[in-house]
């Protein structure tokens, strides 16, 4: 896991057009900047500048070899793909850049880059023919570092496979509710798929779970017989009646009284 540090580009400003985006493609860039100091933090701060509002340019996040930076969130679009402003590289996908600061080490901006893509494609529930470079939308030769390098495309979607097939990593918890009132248990949503502790769950239905290791044993609550409840409906209805008729006495006799 990397940090991811959110330092949004003000609402208003001309790289943060808010147009309401639904992510269906990340696409990949390099920096194309080789400075030393020019990293994710420093990215931050170029986009919040007013030359990155006067271009308009703008993109969803910067990594560098220690820290992730998010600059828009990610229902709204960033300008990055070169293909207009309808289109699909800009309207549709999630903007990473890589840095390539001569100080930094560019092999673990890579690595982080690869964790970032594949965390978003389980958060987004999208495959990895979703991850594009920025090339395949206006032709400009971007992310150059890895399409320069032999394999350096491959080996970065391999990166990215690797972490998708890994161990499930907890996306992020959630709150469970029992009858509208929140519970002090937390589910957790893994892989686009909702876990919660099974003993837990059984329990609120009056069953419990046993056993450990390769199996679990789970024993429900006595079902009800569907001829005992017909019994006790029968007994209700008597009893209504019986109240129905005594009420009925009570009130002539009152008449009577009268
Ligand atoms: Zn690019």
């Not at 990293?39 to 701060?45: C, E, L």
């Not at 320069?148 to 990166?159: D, E, N, S, V």
């Not at 239905?205 to 290791?213: A, D, P, Q, R, Y």
Request: hydrophobic residues 40%.
């Amino acid at each position: 896991m990397v940090q991811i540090i959110q330092d949004f580009i003000p609402k208003g400003r001309r790289n943060r057009p808010g147009y309401a985006m639904s992510p269906k493609y990340i696409t990949i860039h390099d920096t194309a900047n080789t400075q030393a100091g020019a990293d994710a933090k420093a990215h931050a701060r170029y986009l919040k500048s007013n030359a990155a509002a006067a271009i308009p340019a703008s993109w969803h996040f910067t990594v560098d070899d220690r820290v992730i930076v998010q600059h828009l969130p990610l229902n709204e679009n960033g300008w990055h793909a070169g293909d207009g402003s309808t289109g699909t590289g800009n309207r549709e996908s999630i903007g990473i850049e890589i840095c390539e600061n001569r100080d930094g080490v560019r092999t673990e901006a890579e690595k982080n880059a690869a964790w970032l893509v594949a965390k978003l494609l389980k958060d987004h529930g999208l495959s990895i023919d979703r991850v594009r470079q920025h090339y395949d939308w206006s032709g400009k030769n971007c992310p150059r570092v890895l399409r320069g390098r032999k394999g350096g495309w491959q080996g970065f979607l391999a990166a990215v496979e690797a972490h998708l097939k890994t161990e499930a990593e907890i996306t992020r918890p959630i709150g469970i509710y029992v009858d509208g009132k929140k519970a002090d248990e937390v589910g957790y949503l893994i892989d686009n798929a909702t876990y919660v502790r099974a003993s837990y769950l059984i329990a609120l239905i009056g069953g419990s779970v046993t056993g450990h290791g390769d199996h679990i044993k789970i024993t429900l609550p006595p079902k009800a017989d569907p001829a005992e409840i017909a019994k006790l409906k029968a007994e209700i209805n008597g009893l209504k009646a019986m109240t129905a008729a005594l009420e009925a006495k009570i009130e002539n006799a009152r008449i009577a009284l009268s």
